[in-house]
């Protein structure tokens, strides 16, 4: 009974601690000590102690959102033009002709903070910083902005799941101060950095040893995806597990020596895994791996009687207590479910008499159970992924890493044998990067509904060992039953996507797409490889054309990653481009059932810019629905358009140019007479877009106002005569964190 109660109280905690993701909202200080008050009473005056573990995760998590909207008020307070002194907790980045990192801050104009009321940021920099350095710098301060579509990076998410509150930038013309203190740990890197000069694994080496990633190229970014090797180059569980086991097993040398060291390999085991945590820089994901390890250590050395399920609760319950948010991140969840399965997997081979039979079916059995959790999470999986894991975690395992631990050991010694150690280990490497070269292709993108499938496949799994496996299929079969007929239905749909200041919109219909600009591009991606095409493959549907409206960077900088994808019949543009048909007015076409009727410009150029831009409007003749799409087209091209054209009237129509002042006349709208106006911007932008009398003359003219920086990707569904409206953020579904980072209020 005892053992009972211990679970639920565990999963109690844990379940509660998790579901705060979810939480609309967040109560003040009043309620939060009412809480605890009547938790108290529920305990020790009511015996009521089936709800310590909801009454315990309660309390910490208000608690801790507190202090990060205390530590948002306090950088705020005091405007957004500040003088702040900081320290910096990470390694920089190169972004743009910028670098970016996180750092915390200490004073604000000169004025100290209460430790516990120091906010972390994301410091954009002209000049990059190292971690245990600090400085004065004035800077602008923002809300944390992020992007939010059906698939992509959530910044926001991640932003709480580190504790930053919010963003800032050093002014280029400002002056700025910075105090360098000298550790073992940045005079190792720097070591490192002149050992491994000019060579193709000095990202590789910096990323194991430091945790420092930003070296890597997207060429091996992309070759360690595909071979789902990835995790072996983000120092995690794995890395703090193999570096218990090496000091486990020098320690395990000592402990044959007298009684006196019998502890020996644990607390060695233990001293190695959390020196390697600091190596990385103590990043949240390590410290949070280094807490399981400690956690079972302690449970192991204390001779404490609990099964696997027991342990692995109490691993989860321990690491939310020390980090509440952690839940937050996949890497968490992508590192626990990785323990999980080694320790289930353990007991489970524990009858094989070779130890290479348990470790090989180990190895085997991790990755297969490690496949839904990376769909769900990534979208999709690498079908060589076990191969490669199979010979490259004992690789790294029994090589590389102590070799990389050798190396920094000879560097500490004088520099004795060090070029010799970088030689070993730079050979070391040669095999990844050759085997690295096979793995193009590897990577399968999932669909929802296959995503989903996988899931539930691993959620039956794990319910039956808790479970009676009867009810596990029953449940599983009901849940995917509903999932697969539960699909939306429409005839066809328009997703005008949240990629900040530019523009990306996909026309969906017959499970083909048809991109009307592609947003952003920048020197090591686009908005068409983070979002466009993650964002098709997830929908289980297929790249079928492109529109060009104008070449700017923020409407067409990704077209170069669309355009091997797409025949040449299926391209237009209003500027002369090899291998584009004509977008200008007069041109006419059929996608699917949809109409494509072009309205401006006049003829194509050399080069098409805001005036320039393709305006188009698509009709569904059938069902009578109309949507204009304008691209950046300026006051000049509206009135002549407006003036040349009698039929203009539109359902939707897409805001011209971000909804800027030099658009949008009262002209053209009246002549559309749209129900809707949605226009795609990115939230606190430079240009203070949307224009407030934009949007008046939208409103006057009974259009309803919607953009992308705070509705994030919004969905226009055409099903019959009806038209149904969908926002990524709506004012009913905005969870606790959204709404503190980007507004400040809760």
Same mark, same amino acid.
């Not at 930053?164 to 070591?191: F, G, H, M, P």
């Given at each position: 009974?005892?053992?009972?109660?211990?679970?639920?109280?565990?999963?109690?905690?844990?379940?509660?601690?998790?579901?705060?993701?979810?939480?609309?909202?967040?109560?003040?200080?009043?309620?939060?000590?009412?809480?605890?008050?009547?938790g108290?009473?529920?305990?020790?005056?009511?015996?009521?102690?089936?709800?310590?573990?909801?009454?315990l995760?309660?309390?910490?998590?208000?608690?801790?959102s507190?202090?990060?909207?205390?530590?948002?008020?306090?950088?705020?307070?005091?405007?957004?033009?500040?003088?702040?002194?900081?320290?910096?907790d990470?390694?920089?980045?190169?972004?743009?002709?910028?670098?970016?990192?996180?750092?915390?801050?200490?004073?604000?104009?000169?004025?100290?903070?209460?430790?516990?009321?120091?906010?972390?940021i994301?410091?954009?920099?002209p000049?990059?910083?190292?971690?245990?350095?600090?400085?004065?710098?004035?800077?602008?301060?923002?809300?944390?902005?992020?992007?939010l579509?059906?698939?992509?990076?959530?910044?926001?998410?991640?932003?709480?799941?580190?504790?930053?509150?919010?963003?800032?930038?050093?002014?280029?013309?400002?002056?700025?101060?910075?105090?360098?203190?000298?550790?073992?740990r940045?005079?190792?890197y720097?070591?490192?950095?002149?050992?491994?000069?000019?060579?193709?694994?000095?990202?590789?080496?910096?990323?194991?040893?430091?945790?420092e990633?930003?070296?890597?190229?997207?060429?091996?970014?992309?070759?360690?995806?595909?071979?789902?090797?990835?995790?072996?180059?983000a120092?995690?569980?794995?890395?703090?597990?193999?570096?218990?086991?090496?000091g486990?097993?020098?320690?395990?040398?000592?402990s044959?020596?007298s009684?006196?060291?019998?502890?020996?390999?644990?607390?060695?085991?233990?001293?190695?895994?959390?020196?390697?945590?600091?190596?990385?820089?103590?990043?949240?994901?390590?410290?949070?791996?280094?807490?399981?390890?400690?956690?079972?250590?302690?449970?192991?050395?204390?001779?404490?009687?609990?099964?696997?399920?027991?342990?692995?609760?109490?691993?989860?319950?321990?690491?939310?207590?020390?980090?509440?948010?952690?839940?937050y991140s996949?890497?968490?969840?992508?590192?626990?479910?990785?323990?999980?399965?080694?320790?289930?997997?353990?007991?489970?081979?524990?009858?094989?008499?070779?130890?290479?039979?348990?470790?090989?079916?180990?190895?085997?059995?991790v990755?297969?159970?490690?496949?839904?959790?990376?769909?769900?999470?990534?979208?999709?999986?690498?079908?060589?992924?076990?191969?490669?894991?199979?010979?490259?975690i004992?690789?790294?395992?029994?090589?590389?890493?102590?070799?990389?631990f050798?190396?920094?050991?000879?560097?500490?010694?004088?520099?004795?044998?060090?070029?010799?150690?970088?030689?070993?280990?730079?050979?070391?490497?040669?095999p990844?990067?050759?085997a690295?070269?096979w793995?193009e292709?590897?990577?399968?993108?999932?669909?929802?509904?296959?995503?989903?499938?996988?899931?539930?496949?691993?959620?039956?799994?794990i319910?039956?060992?808790?479970?009676?496996?009867?009810?596990?299929?029953?449940?599983?079969v009901?849940?995917?039953?509903?999932?697969?007929?539960?699909?939306?239905?429409?005839?066809?749909?328009?997703?005008?996507?949240?990629?900040?200041?530019?523009?990306?919109?996909?026309?969906?219909?017959n499970?083909?797409?048809?991109?009307?600009?592609t947003?952003?591009?920048?020197?090591?991606?686009?908005?068409?490889?983070?979002?466009?095409?993650?964002?098709?493959?997830?929908?289980?549907?297929?790249?079928?054309?492109?529109?060009?409206?104008?070449?700017?960077?923020?409407?067409?900088?990704?077209?170069?990653?669309?355009e091997?994808?797409?025949?040449?019949?299926?391209?237009?543009?209003?500027?002369?481009l090899?291998?584009?048909?004509?977008?200008?007015?007069?041109?006419?076409?059929?996608?699917?059932?949809?109409?494509?009727?072009?309205l401006?410009p006049?003829?194509q150029?050399?080069?098409?810019?805001?005036?320039? +831009?393709?305006?188009?409007?698509? #009709?569904?003749?059938? /069902?009578?629905?109309?949507? $204009?799409? @304008? *691209? =950046?087209?300026?006051?000049?091209?509206?009135?002549?358009?407006?003036?040349?054209q009698?039929?203009?009237?539109?359902?939707?129509?897409?805001v011209p140019?971000?909804?800027?002042?030099?658009?949008?006349?009262?002209?053209?709208i009246?002549?559309?007479?749209?129900?809707w106006?949605?226009?795609?911007?990115?939230?606190?932008?430079?240009?203070?877009?949307? +224009?407030?009398?934009?949007?008046? #003359?939208?409103t006057? /003219?009974?259009?309803?106002? $919607?953009? @992308? *920086? =705070?509705?994030?990707?919004?969905?226009?569904?055409f099903?019959?005569?009806?038209?149904?409206?969908?926002?990524?953020?709506?004012?009913?579904?905005?969870?606790?964190?959204?709404?503190?980072?980007?507004?400040?209020?809760?």
């Amino acid at each position: 009974m005892t053992l009972l109660f211990n679970n639920w109280v565990l999963i109690s905690f844990s379940l509660t601690a998790i579901s705060s993701i979810y939480w609309p909202f967040i109560p003040g200080w009043e309620p939060l000590l009412a809480a605890i008050g009547t938790g108290v009473i529920c305990v020790v005056i009511l015996g009521c102690r089936s709800v310590i573990g909801i009454a315990l995760a309660v309390v910490l998590i208000l608690t801790h959102s507190q202090l990060l909207s205390a530590q948002k008020h306090t950088l705020f307070q005091f405007g957004s033009n500040i003088t702040i002194n900081a320290h910096v907790d990470s390694f920089f980045k190169p972004v743009g002709d910028a670098f970016q990192g996180d750092i915390t801050v200490t004073e604000i104009n000169h004025q100290p903070i209460f430790y516990l009321f120091q906010p972390k940021i994301r410091l954009t920099s002209p000049i990059i910083l190292t971690p245990n350095q600090s400085g004065i710098f004035h800077v602008s301060v923002k809300p944390m902005f992020g992007h939010l579509n059906d698939v992509g990076f959530d910044k926001e998410t991640y932003a709480i799941s580190e504790k930053i509150v919010a963003k800032a930038s050093v002014y280029r013309d400002s002056a700025w101060s910075i105090t360098t203190k000298t550790t073992l740990r940045n005079w190792w890197y720097q070591e490192v950095l002149h050992i491994a000069q000019g060579s193709d694994k000095q990202g590789l080496i910096l990323a194991l040893l430091f945790g420092e990633r930003s070296r890597l190229t997207p060429d091996q970014w992309q070759q360690l995806r595909n071979s789902g090797l990835s995790h072996l180059v983000a120092i995690s569980g794995l890395h703090i597990g193999i570096a218990f086991g090496l000091g486990f097993l020098i320690g395990s040398v000592f402990s044959r020596l007298s009684p006196l060291w019998l502890w020996a390999p644990w607390l060695l085991g233990a001293a190695v895994a959390i020196g390697y945590a600091w190596l990385a820089g103590f990043t949240l994901p390590t410290q949070r791996a280094v807490i399981m390890c400690i956690t079972n250590v302690v449970l192991l050395m204390t001779s404490v009687r609990v099964g696997t399920l027991g342990r692995l609760n109490i691993t989860l319950a321990v690491v939310l207590l020390v980090y509440p948010f952690a839940a937050y991140s996949s890497s968490l969840w992508l590192s626990f479910f990785a323990v999980s399965a080694v320790i289930y997997l353990a007991s489970w081979t524990q009858h094989y008499a070779h130890t290479w039979q348990k470790l090989f079916l180990i190895q085997i059995g991790v990755t297969l159970f490690m496949v839904p959790v990376t769909g769900y999470f990534f979208h999709g999986v690498s079908v060589t992924s076990v191969l490669f894991n199979l010979v490259f975690i004992p690789w790294f395992s029994y090589v590389i890493v102590p070799l990389g631990f050798l190396l920094l050991l000879a560097l500490v010694c004088g520099g004795w044998g060090a070029n010799y150690v970088w030689q070993c280990l730079d050979w070391a490497f040669a095999p990844l990067l050759h085997a690295l070269q096979w793995s193009e292709g590897s990577w399968i993108n999932f669909s929802r509904e296959w995503t989903l499938t996988v899931l539930f496949v691993l959620i039956a799994f794990i319910s039956t060992l808790l479970i009676r496996k009867r009810w596990a299929a029953c449940m599983t079969v009901l849940v995917l039953s509903h999932l697969w007929s539960s699909q939306p239905r429409f005839d066809w749909r328009v997703e005008v996507l949240d990629v900040g200041h530019g523009l990306a919109v996909l026309i969906r219909q017959n499970d083909k797409v048809l991109v009307y600009d592609t947003g952003s591009g920048w020197d090591t991606g686009s908005m068409a490889n983070s979002v466009i095409k993650p964002l098709v493959a997830y929908y289980g549907e297929t790249l079928d054309a492109m529109i060009v409206s104008h070449t700017d960077n923020d409407h067409a900088g990704g077209r170069y990653d669309i355009e091997p994808i797409i025949s040449h019949r299926h391209q237009w543009a209003s500027q002369r481009l090899s291998g584009y048909r004509p977008c200008i007015r007069g041109e006419s076409w059929w996608w699917e059932s949809l109409s494509f009727e072009v309205l401006w410009p006049p003829k194509q150029v050399q080069r098409a810019y805001n005036q320039h +831009s393709c305006v188009i409007m698509v #009709r569904d003749i059938y /069902h009578r629905h109309s949507i $204009l799409l @304008t *691209g =950046d087209v300026n006051a000049v091209g509206e009135w002549l358009l407006a003036r040349g054209q009698d039929n203009l009237n539109a359902e939707v129509m897409l805001v011209p140019h971000h909804g800027s002042g030099t658009s949008s006349t009262a002209q053209l709208i009246d002549k559309v007479s749209p129900t809707w106006a949605i226009a795609s911007l990115a939230k606190g932008n430079l240009w203070h877009l949307p +224009s407030s009398a934009v949007v008046k #003359r939208y409103t006057q /003219h009974g259009a309803h106002w $919607l953009d @992308t *920086g =705070d509705s994030g990707q919004i969905s226009v569904i055409f099903h019959g005569n009806d038209t149904r409206i969908e926002r990524k953020r709506s004012n009913d579904n905005q969870p606790w964190y959204r709404q503190m980072l980007r507004n400040g209020v809760e």
